[in-house]
């Protein structure tokens, strides 16, 4: 028996190689993108509206992209609201990827906005694997998933550096102090910002503008 | 959950190295670095190995799997190396913390994100 060496490319360097291609293909066209991620029903479609209508109101154009499994609902909403927006269904996948989201950034019309959100697929634990070339990331979970979701998905949050906590008027109902969660954060990513919003209501939106540099 | 592509991924990576450099004998093992960072169940990665090569030259072929550390580097104080872990806080899981241990600023992820093929364990008395 003997070892041999060999050097096969690293699997995620094209994954890593295609997110650069968008990031350069995002900038060029003068386009801020952010990846939305979070937790299923958490709310990350009403934030995105949310997020939309302040920066509409300052004069910005926003679109989405709205990643799921299956179906067009939340392309239905945004679409609704009056955004540019693209339905990515991923078919089978848990997780969008840069050469999917590469795709969709072919046909979008970029020209059309200024802001674009990306909403991943719902799931905190795949889409950490893969960058997709935004200019930021941002983790929505809510009060209403309990107090531990930090500690069950570490890793997504050690890496996001915006977290959302939503619906935290359902705190008391649910019994759960939205500070477990924030605490959980600051000592997995100590320079993470992190805001409480309650989407519903409008509260904190402008918070999280500002935690995401908009 | 991605463990299947993944596994692919490493058998085209592998398959499309060994019709340039063949080796004779029976590949045994297969050394893979993966990055401590990446969210991969290692179970179900060497599962899907084993399922993905059936049929193939590298049927019984055992996936083993190094894992690779995070490693980060600090643009404030220039520090190259090894992070804090949450267990080491009082946590009762260690999960690397992303920030310069030595000043406690943002750093940047220099390894722990890697999944590759380094070498092969090949018993040249089989075919």
Request: charged share 25%.
């Amino acid at each position: 028996m003997h070892d041999i060496r060999v050097g096969t490319e690293d699997v995620f360097k094209r994954q890593l190689e295609l997110a650069a291609r968008n990031h350069k293909l995002l900038r060029e066209r003068g386009v801020r993108a952010f990846n939305v991620m979070g937790a299923i029903g958490s709310g990350k479609t009403l934030l995105i509206l949310r997020l939309a209508e302040r920066l509409r109101e300052k004069g910005l154009r926003v679109g989405a992209i709205a990643g799921d499994v299956a179906g067009d609902d939340d392309y239905q909403r945004f679409v609704g609201a009056g955004l540019v927006a693209a339905n990515l269904n991923t078919g089978d996948e848990c997780h969008l990827d840069a050469h999917r989201v590469g795709h969709a950034l072919e046909t979008f019309p970029l020209g059309e906005v200024d802001v674009l959100f990306i909403e991943n697929v719902g799931n905190l634990v795949c889409p950490a694997d893969f960058p997709l070339g935004t200019e930021g990331e941002l983790v929505v979970i809510s009060v209403t998933e309990g107090d531990d979701m930090v500690r069950k998905h570490p890793k997504i949050f050690a890496q996001t550096d915006v977290l959302a906590v939503n619906k935290v008027d359902l705190a008391g109902f649910v019994g759960v102090d939205p500070m477990a969660l924030v605490d959980d954060y600051r000592a997995l990513n100590p320079h993470g910002k992190v805001v409480l919003t309650d989407a519903k209501s409008g509260r904190g939106v402008d918070d999280l503008l500002a935690a995401l540099g908009l | 959950m991605h463990e299947y592509s993944l596994a692919h991924a490493l058998l085209d990576g592998l398959t499309e190295h060994l019709r340039a450099h063949p080796v004779s004998g029976r590949v045994k093992a297969v050394h893979v670095r993966k990055g401590e960072l990446l969210v991969l169940s290692e179970e179900a990665l060497r599962e899907a190995w084993r399922i993905l090569t059936e049929g193939t030259s590298l049927a019984g072929s055992e996936l083993r799997i190094e894992p690779v550390p995070v490693a980060v580097r600090c643009p404030a104080c220039g520090y190259e190396g090894p992070v804090r872990y949450t267990d080491e806080e009082g946590w009762h899981f260690a999960v690397p913390v992303l920030a310069c241990p030595r000043c406690g600023g943002r750093a940047d992820v220099a390894a722990g994100r890697d999944l590759a093929i380094v070498a092969l364990s090949v018993d040249e008395d089989l075919p």
